[in-house]
């Protein structure tokens, strides 16, 4: 998803204030906090009219990179692990969303320059392992007059100043700035995109259309400029890519998820996502892949690996309790893995309440010492996201 990711975050309700079909409904968080409520699958009666996922199709390059209006939620994931010279570590995360708030497109495009049916919302964050100090932010925009939007030839995806962009053949542009903290960077493709799941359908649950056409571009070599406050730190690192799109739901009693990225020191790679069930089970369409260094997959199910909580960390914002240490196992990879967050405190306060962080892990793979930095994705753990389009 991100991978996994991300089940949708996406599916958060963006309509806000933004005059168009759909609007989202006041709440408060656990913590208290004034928030954008979820939308449920009952209130959304156009669900029905937008394409969805439903058999392994084939997916073309570069025009894939782009937009899929017709589906109602997709969502383009950046997380990178990144560090100075001197070996100061940082991680980031920059996601843009698009949701489809109808799917008359022609309609609303023929009204007005300044009406869309699409909204776009952004995710930036920057985590400061040294100081252990976070840095989330979060934007919002319609589709409209050049304010955000999605492009394939020439890739580029964007949300006023923010935005990914081609510069070159395999070669993309992150720009993110905020008042407290900002990114320049420069990512070089080392490997074509990874096609997730079935050759990049991957399900999500049981129900029919319940799953995401879904690739990954992982081991990109990534250098540029890391801002915290007024101080500039020129960084080298990985960073993975996942792009999703869908009209999806989450199966009902799945609660929430568990996302892991790693790249490997050897350029490998691993993604593991696990749906979590009210019962304390995982749902059996959780999946991964490993991908070796030549780009090469092989397909990792429920029942091919186990993820213990090995600790966790409680938030004093949101009051959820996140795992914060983990051991992997893959006997059909001879893979063992112990990890751990490199910091606590990664969890996102914005219009929806998740951990997103950076992280290390330390193991084996078919006997040979390997090390890992990466991203894991928590979600549920605040609210529980069953009724989550």
Known sequence: MKGLKRFSLVLLAVGFALGLALWPRPGITNSGQASVEWLTAQDVETTAEFTRAIAPKSLEFPKDLGSHDDYQTEWWYYTGNLETETGREFGYQLTFFRRALTPDTAAVENVSDWRSPQVYFSHFTVSDIADQAFYPHERFSRASAGLSGAQAMPYRVWLENWSAEEIAPGKVRLIAQADDASLDLVLNETLPPVLQGDRGYSKKGNEIGNASYYYSIVQQQTEGTITVGDQDFDVTGLTWKDHEYSTSILSPGTVGWDWFSLQFDDGSA??????????????????????????????????????????TWHSPISGADYPSQWH??????????????????????????????????????AAKPVSAKGYVEMSGYADRLDTVL
């Open 328 to 365: 992997i196992e893959i006997p059909k990879l001879n893979l063992t893995l112990d990890g751990k967050a490199l910091m606590a405190n990664q969890e996102l306060n914005v219009s929806t309440t998740y951990w997103e962080g950076a992280v290390s892990f330390t193991g084996t793979v």
């Open 270 to 311: 691993l993604m593991l996502y696990e749906l979590r069930q009210e019962d304390g089970g995982i749902n059996d369409a959780s999946s991964g892949t490993y991908i070796s260094s030549t780009g090469k997959t092989q397909a990792i199910s429920y029942k091919d690996r186990t993820i213990d909580i090995q600790k």
